[in-house]
């Protein structure tokens, strides 16, 4: 009999989620009724929600097929498929800001809000929660690694102020090469060369038979396919909508791609995450906080630097300063709370406390 | 026969502090025939090091008869009682930079000064002593959270520089609400849900008998009353002579606050710590010199912000650049130093040394 | 028979690095045949890397005739002898801004590419490999010392712009005292009072004979002074051909000296840490790595301060923003990795990737 391999972690149960796919069809008809863009904009997000958790399900059953090694590269690169469509679409229609901006709030919607919350809901049941020390080190220190390609250019930016600004995008796309490469070099880590730190406790996970039906092939890829294009469709519908809600809900772009698109964005992930941490495996908890975080940053981010430098839109690693600070300090927090391996719910209330901060700040912000 | 509750940390000997109540009769003296405010100055601060040692033996000794709960709340709450009582005379007085410096100095007064001279002092006697690694994680992260939220307004004031400044208050009110939250919680996680990571080792405490008197009730709620009139009295003084102290000594108001307000307000703890490092008790020393600072950051300065609220004074979580760096240097060194669990000689002389430097750049700033 | 003190790290085979000897009188005979000085600067450069290793070998061997405790100092002193030497010659010079590349390169080329290097050479032979934690962690609590000590003159400068710079050399002095003080310090803790953390696993070493042979105290003093006066003749010409050199070949002073200058006088260091780690010597090699930082930035660089107010050079601690937030960055990345015990082959990777891009941004930089 085929084992099941431990990568399946975004396998959720759908019923609850399926019905949210109710707003594919409710959105295609406002946008073609011409309806509020604000309308739009709210159902296009919530349809975008069980389609993100859809494509990761069915990335995992279509990864099962491929075995270990290009399956777990399959999870790796689709498991953020739905933020890439968004901020690919994104840049297509020219805002950089809003592309910026929810990779900045995927990275710290992960960081603070995924694992502050899954944190805090395992703590509530368990007193200490324990986790692989060194997974989740070596899961900070890309953090670190990606906090610091974003420091740089930023910096960089401020002191050559006045200068042309020829060598700033060689700078970016030479910083994106870097990440894309420790991108790879990470996956090589985690699934060859010490892929046994990432296996958790097996027994466990087959106990409770967490998805129990295996999808063929077949089916996994053409939900992969269908639940890709819907999403692209979703997308584009959310991104011609972004300004006019922002203008009417008096927010800026930059909130609404930081904490509004990235929760979108990540929705199936949070539950997952959550529910993972509530049975007490916090090992996949932390890995789908921390792993997602590393993906945007250092898949995501230089894929979509590299796309706007092939059609054409300047988009580049030069954050503003708020966001840069905002990942910096998520990331040093989490760096505290990670690097004992042990967990309770306070830490979770914490890092929920860094995001409420954080978002607060964004929503002043003019 | 009752049981000693191990909060009573700051008890100690009166004896030799108590001839510095001495210094209370003649600062009022001096204030009355309107001698030079420097020496009011002085000896107002001279007078507040026993008095704020005796608010914290009564409020230990009412604790006591309360119980865990309520007793460590009223520690937990009173243990700072003269920094808030200073802070809240120089508020309505209009020293908002004052108060904001003095609670700078307190934070890294507590990391830096009384921690550095407690784990130095201890490790001049053990060559390597042993403390809670957990509670201390739980200190520091908390400490870090601390300094984010200094950080965000700062940052945040910095960016709309230009911008009207409407939202600012709102931001530093809002933050402090979620400090104060923290604060909270962070009592719910020491006094109920996690304590036994606070109990330290009783019986090394008995055995030594640090304080063998038991005060009645009535006499710690008499001497806890007075010594809080008093400590007014004294600051009121202290506070009316800063500005001319600062201008006689050549010293900025800022420095003042900084090192030397933040020195006296800290001394009883600062002696009480040293003594417990150097009795080996490192988790009572690390406990007081990061409880205090967590008080003065999660409690103290959210409720001066309350207050400068109701009274109508612009008091807000807005520091300078130099004491939010201040606060965020101190804070990691700390990390650095507190996240193995172990202290050696040489760590406190760093804690010291990085005192030193900030005290200097405190000294030059114009 | 006397036993071999085991600070003798830098001992290594001269055969492969003795050819590089035949750059010195190249160097000289170019000099005097007023060639380009980019030929100058390069011979001059490939020079210095044997004399640098020749000059710590003979310290080494003296150190050996000496006993641990003044044999240490002399280790600790005259370890980065070299790169002082440079550092004078071009202060004399009055290049301050190469004098305070070469000391930021040679901070972060030790923390990013040394023990990048040594690191991921070590772990593409073994899985993990282990260290001493609690000497590791006194080494980075030191860079973080020696971070905050060039964070907070340059922020004191930031703050101050406008006001008449009076203090500002004096705050840069003072600190240079505290540093000095600490660097004493640290070798009272590692040669005196907890040497044993320093000592490494004795067997190993003597089994596998590194440099089997023992120089006579006369040979080594011969060797170390004559490699001494060469390196200042190199130095001198090094120094003298940078302006040049710079010009020609497109770059600026200070990414000359952050990489170049840096490299050069590193190799020594560098070749012996990737040999000590591919022998599995982790201790060794970190020791190299962290410790000649230490040494660079306690012991080097507030040498140079005071040379600076002797001869009349206003050398001071006020470096750029970038290396200030290259050399924090550079320590923030050690501390991640350095503070478990552990290494792998990803965290050489990551750190040799936040060379890179700080070294692309140095490049780039006007």
């Known amino acids: 009999m085929k084992k099941r391999i431990k990568l399946r972690k975004f396998e959720f149960d759908l019923t609850p989620l399926s019905a949210m796919l109710a707003f594919v069809p409710l959105c295609i008809l406002l946008e073609m009724s011409h309806a509020d863009p604000v309308w739009i904009f709210i159902t296009a997000g919530l349809a975008i929600i069980p389609l993100a958790g859809l494509m990761g399900t069915a ?13 777990g590269l399959l999870n790796a690169t689709f498991g953020n498929a739905a933020e890439l469509i968004i901020g690919f679409i994104a840049l297509q229609a020219g805002l950089i800001d809003v592309v910026k901006a929810s990779i900045t709030g995927s990275i710290i919607g992960n960081i603070l809000l995924v694992l502050g919350a899954s944190i805090l809901a ?14 989740a080190s070596l899961g900070v220190t890309l953090l670190a690694l990606s906090t610091i390609s974003l420091i740089i250019p930023a910096l960089f930016h401020m002191v050559i102020s006045g200068h042309p600004a020829a060598h700033e995008r060689e700078l970016s796309l030479e910083i994106s090469i870097v990440l894309f490469i420790c991108y790879i070099l990470s996956l090589i880590f985690s699934l060859r060369t010490h892929k046994h730190l990432y296996v958790g406790d097996e027994t466990d996970d087959s106990d409770e038979a967490i998805g129990t039906e295996t999808w063929t092939q077949k089916k996994a890829l053409i939900v992969l396919i269908a639940a890709t294009v819907v999403v692209a469709i979703m997308s584009e519908f959310l991104v011609g909508a972004v300004e006019h809600t ?18 979108v964005g990540n929705a199936a992930e949070h539950s997952t995450a959550v529910l993972m941490a509530m049975k ?39 954050f503003t300063t708020f966001e840069v600070v905002a990942i910096a300090l998520a990331t040093w927090i989490l760096v ?11 830490e979770g209330a914490q890092l929920l406390a860094v995001y409420v901060i954080l978002a607060l700040a964004f929503y002043f912000l003019p």
Chains 1, 2, 3 share one sequence.
């Open 59 to 71: 990335t995992e059953h279509l990864a099962e097929h491929l075995g270990a090694g290009i399956g």
């Open 246 to 263: 922002a203008r009417v809900l008096g927010m800026t772009e930059v909130f609404i791609g930081v904490i509004l698109v990235a929760i």
């Open 122 to 135: 395992g703590g509530l049941k368990y007193e200490t929660q324990y986790f692989n020390r060194t997974a």
């Open 336 to 346: 505290l709370i990670a690097s004992d391996g042990e967990s309770n719910w306070m």
């Open 280 to 318: 007490n495996h916090m090992d996949l908890a932390m890995n789908i906080g921390i792993g997602s975080s590393i993906q945007i940053a250092l898949f995501v981010a230089p894929v979509l630097v590299f796309a706007g430098y092939v059609i054409g839109q300047p988009m580049d690693l030069v």
